[in-house]
């Protein structure tokens, strides 16, 4: 009897230890996880800096894959799924980090090819599967001179279609990931009579300021006037950061594209490099075949309250506090999200208090990375009332512990005194967003 009980006892644990060894293979269990976390990045020509899409590649690097997966390096992704939850969310689940574990302690079986899911069909260098309508692109390379300075462009591509259409998704893929730092650009409408011939290509800042960008000045310099002086009409906002991904707009969203403008990119920003270096980015576009009603909105809060009449400094060897509220004058759906700051930010924690003192958590960044800046896109729509309070707060660290800064020994650094480079700490906070309307809280994103 005793003894059946332990023979029970001994096959309940045989076959957990069989279950547990089943034979992971590449084609049968990691093709699956990698085609819809790892390729759209890790295949050739792609964001990533090597490819991941077959055998080979994958086992070579195996040990490397198992432990960034494990640390959660890879995918990145910031946002702390403990707070808020977003769409698309780039985050392995624990038996999945389990798998690819368990396959590389098996050897790395390859398995059969036939086991394995369709391969994701991707646009050459795009993040998003199938292929764009439009692609806008730099008109030659730019060279970016080896002068190791800080290079800000406004560079115009005009583009003309057969008729008027509407965009539900743009990515920007930059030429140069290495020193493409960040771009702002906006999407004109001009007048028919406007000589896209005429559009020049770029020109180069003389300040890096962020506050340079001077609209007369600027369509003037590209010949973006009407022949009675007819002012561009812009249609559309928006920015990239290094890492952000494309943007995919929910259905009877995204912008109206008129069919003669010019996309300009106002605020174009190089890192610097001590040797020549090119860049030719582009931007892919999406068309909706139903019209899009509502525009997608851009909207930039720093802090206020601050006195920009005295420099505030962060200065050399210490950590510092700074935080933003905002009161919105009206109601607000939220669709995307995005912190910005440079090397020495932290860590990042954005909330609402509604003026019927709920409290809405927007994004908790705990290991800010440069690299990784995204356009966080919501589950759904944040509905944001009248008079919520938007509240951000950020810190900085300007000792040596940073191992992103820029300065070794570490210097000080002032706060949003206008400059982009490193000599200078932002802090921003982005909204993409609708006017609220009646039924929000029912759309999917
Ligand atoms: C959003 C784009 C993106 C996705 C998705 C992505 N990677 Fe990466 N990966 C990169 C980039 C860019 C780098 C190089 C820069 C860096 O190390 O941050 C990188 C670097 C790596 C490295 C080298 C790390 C190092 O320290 O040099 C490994 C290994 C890696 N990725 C594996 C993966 C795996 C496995 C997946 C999927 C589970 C994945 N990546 C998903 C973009 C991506």
Request: aromatic content about 14%.
């Amino acid at each position: 009897m005793l003894q059946n009980r332990f023979l029970a006892v001994f096959f309940i644990l045989f076959s957990i230890q069989i279950q547990g060894q089943e034979e992971v293979t590449y084609y049968k269990n990691i093709v699956p996880i990698f085609n819809e976390n790892c390729l759209p990045c890790h295949r050739s020509n792609g964001y990533g800096p090597f490819s991941l899409d077959n055998y080979d590649d994958v086992a070579k690097r195996a040990q490397f894959v198992g432990y960034v997966t494990q640390q959660r390096i890879m995918p990145p992704w910031k946002a702390n799924p403990e707070y808020t939850h977003f769409a698309d969310e780039k985050i392995l689940t624990e038996a999945q980090i389990k798998t690819i574990q368990d396959w590389i302690h098996q050897g790395m079986p390859k398995g059969k090819k036939r086991h394995a899911p369709e391969a994701p069909n991707f646009d050459a260098n795009s993040r998003i599967s199938g292929n764009p309508d439009l692609i806008l692109k730099m008109k030659e390379p730019f060279l970016i001179e080896g002068k190791n300075e800080h290079i800000f462009i406004a560079y115009a591509i005009p583009y003309e279609l057969e008729h008027d259409t509407f965009v539900k998704a743009i990515e920007f893929v930059p030429g140069n990931r290495q020193l493409v730092h960040h771009n702002s650009y906006q999407i004109f409408a001009v007048h028919p009579d406007v000589d896209l011939s005429q559009i020049k290509d770029y020109f180069v800042f003389s300040t890096d300021s962020v506050d340079a960008i001077d609209d007369e000045h600027d369509f003037s310099f590209f010949n973006m006037y009407g022949p009675k002086g007819e002012k561009p009409k812009e249609v559309f906002h928006n920015g990239w950061l290094p890492g952000a991904s494309p943007q995919i707009y929910p259905e009877g969203t995204g912008f109206y594209l008129p069919k003669k403008g010019v996309l300009l990119m106002r605020n174009f920003h190089y890192s610097p490099t001590p040797i020549d270096e090119y860049d030719q980015s582009e931007f892919h576009l999406y068309f909706s075949e139903k019209p899009v009603e509502r525009t997608i909105r851009f909207a930039a809060f720093k802090p206020t309250g601050i006195d920009y009449s005295e420099d505030h400094i962060i200065k050399a060897g210490t950590r510092d506090t700074f935080e933003m509220n905002i009161r919105l004058g009206g109601a607000v759906s939220v669709l995307f999200i995005n912190p910005h700051m440079h090397y020495l930010g932290k860590t990042f924690l954005s909330y609402a208090i509604t003026p019927q003192q709920d409290t809405i958590p927007l994004i908790d960044i705990p290991d800010w990375d440069f690299n990784w800046q995204e356009f966080y896109k919501f589950k759904k729509p944040v509905i944001l009332p009248k008079g919520t309070i938007v509240y951000a707060k950020a810190t900085f660290d300007n000792t040596m512990d940073n191992k992103q800064n820029p300065f070794f020994p570490p210097q000080d650094v002032y706060f949003e005194r206008g400059s982009m480079t490193e000599t200078e700490e932002m802090l921003r906070l982005v909204f993409l967003y609708l006017p609220y309307r009646k039924g929000d809280e029912n759309l999917k994103l």
